[in-house]
């Protein structure tokens, strides 16, 4: 089932904090996060697994709450470039049926 | 440097026709997947694949057919383009076994398809 992401849409000033959200209703293996811009693909950013490992981006940084099946992408000190839609990514246990993405959320930074 | 391509970038066809849009990917990766992305919906996964010979379905593989014949190439093929199938289709690689922890997919830039 695809992951709920929240909130949909946030507009924020440079320099200010952004929070994404990501909840499923099963089981999580891994949650993938990625970065869309108008027009392009999705690029990578982060993969937390069950455990606690982490691989990603210097600047972004990530939470996996296992037992709530949850996933926080937090963006600090935002930037321009940082504008664009942010999907998570859902990996069930066993791994063998690819990645299901949210709905994605809209993020603008304003000068 | 290695890449992932899609072609072609922009396709319109009529409704019945089959249409094929390729993936290339010089990375040697094992795995490779096809999305579509529409409005309200975000990426949904079509057909995935985890190596030569090996094929699966994903959430909307109805209408799509895959195949995978070598390591670099997963072409996607709709058999009877529907007004339906009309949306933005991007392909993806990952390193393999499938079940690695550091799987993080590539994108290629996009095949926007429209069916007349």
């Known amino acids: 089932q695809q992951p709920v992401q929240s909130p949909q849409a946030v507009i924020l000033r440079e320099g200010e904090d952004a929070v994404i959200n990501c909840s499923s209703s099963?089981?999580?293996?891994?949650v993938h996060w990625y970065r869309q811009k108008h027009g392009e693909a999705p690029v990578f950013l982060m993969i937390?697994?069950?455990?606690?490992e982490q691989k990603g981006h210097e600047k972004i940084s990530a939470s996996f709450n296992e037992k709530k099946q949850q996933s926080s992408l937090y963006l600090t000190a935002s930037q321009l470039s940082y504008s664009g839609t942010y999907f998570c990514?859902?990996?069930?246990?066993?791994?063998?049926?690819?990645?299901?993405f949210g709905k994605g959320t809209h993020l603008i930074i304003q000068p | 440097d290695a890449e992932i391509t899609q072609s072609p970038r922009h396709k319109i066809t009529e409704t019945g026709r089959q249409v094929t849009l390729a993936c290339h990917q010089t990375?040697?990766?094992?795995?490779m997947f096809w999305y579509r992305q529409d409005l309200g919906h975000g990426l949904r996964l079509i057909h995935y694949?985890?190596?030569?010979?090996?094929?699966n379905k994903g959430e909307v593989s109805d209408g799509y057919s895959v195949s995978r014949s070598n390591t670099e190439d997963l072409p996607l093929t709709l058999e009877s383009a529907a007004s339906s199938q009309t949306s933005v289709y991007f392909c993806?690689?990952?390193?393999?076994?499938?079940?690695?922890?550091?799987?993080?997919?590539?994108f290629g830039p996009g095949t926007r398809l429209t069916v007349l």
């Open positions: 993806a690689s990952s390193e393999g076994p499938e079940q690695s922890p550091y799987n993080e997919q590539f």
């Open positions: 099963k089981a999580l293996y891994s």
């Open positions: 937390l697994l069950k455990g606690g």
């Open positions: 990514g859902t990996e069930g246990w066993g791994g063998a049926d690819g990645l299901t």
């Open positions: 990375w040697n990766h094992n795995n």
């Open positions: 694949s985890y190596g030569v010979h090996d094929t």
